[in-house]
């Protein structure tokens, strides 16, 4: 049985450096029980996961959770270790060697699909993909996105599916308000977009997003919602049985959209619902050339049921955003038909001293609050464990071995410093441009900076 001590602590990988990866690492050093060391990993050279990459850019607010992160991050028992791969750069069976526990925080990065006919036209994606472009996300910053378009269907009811279609219809100067990618800046400037469609198979009691995404439509400078009135009617004994308050003023502010008159902006947004979306159809060359949707009813138990009512919606692109799904990780169990670890309470089945926090751990639900009492559970889980001696003993528990082996590797480690002179630098750039921020999106720009910086340090 390992005895911890300042001279040999608890060492802990955490596995991500979102939310919930952050949240672990604060609930770690904020315990006074046993002294630890953390490092946090990422595959990316910059921290924070869904903040940057997910919320949209013109919540801001939002963002300022990052000043927690940071202070979690500036820890001096906290490393953050970014650009480095999990699976090839740091094998699990590595980690294992230089670790007591390993904690898996790496969010739901995929998404779920229609399974309808012409889900793979060009023009078709995910509504993951779209976020991941505009926020300037590395994996997705080069691609070409043609906005051509001038209709576009947005398949959820979700706040995703709220915040594609609010930053598709808002002007360039609220745009510039935002920290979104320059690049997509300049291709939404360009946009064609007139109508964006907003699509829920159920009824607006059951739609997911909540009040405060949705009345920002009822604000925007250049687009009109539209809502029909039919299809915001509810049932009599459905809305009196709803003791949902966030449910109770989505109808309230769809309603009162759906007698607001038109004041002829430039975009339409179409908040649409009891319509499943049944086939994506092709120009003739292979692109979306429109949607096909089906009117639904609702069963005596909320159920959709299609009424064999079709229309088809004069759409050239389809966002689909009906839910994350998790993705495995090399060397780890994963439950494919969840899209999680599989876990109890945050302990890996079958993996001693292996756990795991967030979406990865539960599927994708909360905000990102919720991902702080999942961590501190589950953190609670590894540091009983830890007490009780049932850890597995690592080969070699020190900081110095990891960096001997990542360096082995040549892996360019992309430290919390390096992220802190991006981000003076992003923010720098941002206020030259007018705007609040000014990313930098590219994996090879990023590690450029740093070593742009390192040279004028050296003199």
């Known amino acids: 049985m390992t005895t911890f001590t300042p001279e040999r602590p ?24 046993l002294p630890v060391e953390v490092d946090v990993f990422d595959r990316l050279p910059t921290p924070y996961g869904l903040v940057r990459y997910g919320v949209a850019p013109d919540h801001l607010t939002i963002k300022s959770v990052t000043k927690g992160f940071e202070k979690t991050l500036s820890d001096p028992r906290v490393r953050f270790l970014g650009n480095v791969e999990f699976g090839s750069d740091l094998t699990h069976e590595e980690a294992r060697e230089h670790y007591d526990a390993i904690v898996y925080t790496v969010g739901a990065s995929s998404d779920r699909r229609l399974g309808i006919p ?18 300037g996300h590395p994996d997705a910053a080069a691609r070409e996105m043609l906005l051509n378009a001038t209709g576009v269907a947005v398949v959820g009811v979700g706040n995703v599916a709220l915040d594609v279609s609010r930053i598709l219809v808002k002007t360039v100067a609220e745009l510039r308000e935002s920290d979104i990618a320059g690049h997509a800046l300049e291709a939404l400037e360009r946009s064609q977009v007139k109508d964006v469609w907003v699509l829920g198979r159920r009824g ?17 400078e250049g687009a009109d919602p539209i809502v029909k009135p039919a299809e915001v009617q509810v049932d009599e004994a459905a809305e009196a049985a709803n003791t949902d308050n966030t449910k109770k003023k989505n109808l309230e502010v769809l309603r009162d959209f759906a007698v607001r008159t038109p004041e002829g902006k430039d ?75 599989p876990n109890n309470e945050g302990r890996v089945e079958g993996r001693p001293g292996e756990y795991t926090a967030g979406w990865i751990k539960r599927g ?36 110095e071995a990891v960096d001997a082996l990542l360096s082995r590797k040549n892996v360019d480690v992309y430290t919390f410093e390096d992220w802190q002179a991006l981000d003076a630098h992003e923010l720098a750039r941002g206020k030259a441009q007018g705007r609040p921020r000014g990313k930098v999106v590219l994996k090879h720009e990023m590690l450029q900076h740093r070593r742009k910086a390192l040279q004028e340090a050296e003199g």
Do not use: C
């Open 10 to 33: 608890l060492r802990v990988a955490v596995i991500g450096s979102g939310p919930s990866g952050i949240y672990a690492a604060e609930a770690l050093t904020k315990q006074n029980d």
């Open 118 to 135: 012409g889900e793979d036209l060009k023009g078709s994606m995910s509504a993951t993909e779209f976020v991941a472009w505009y926020n």
């Open 204 to 220: 607006p009691l059951q739609a997911a997003f909540t009040t405060k995404e949705l009345r920002e439509f009822g604000e925007l």
């Open 267 to 341: 975009r339409r947004i179409h908040l649409r619902f009891l319509a499943s979306p049944v086939e994506i159809l092709d120009d003739g060359e292979g692109n979306v050339g429109g949607l096909k949707i089906e009117r639904n009813r609702l069963d005596e138990n909320g159920n959709a049921v299609g009424t064999g009512e079709y229309e088809t919606l004069p759409v050239q692109m389809v966002l689909r955003s009906i839910g994350y799904k998790g993705v495995a990780l090399p060397g780890v169990p994963f439950d494919a038909k969840r899209g999680v670890i």
């Open 364 to 399: 994708p639900s909360g905000v990102i609050g919720t991902n702080k009492k999942d961590a501190v559970d589950t953190v609670a889980h590894l540091l009983s464990d830890a007490k009780a001696g049932v850890l597995p003993k690592p080969a070699q528990p020190t900081r």
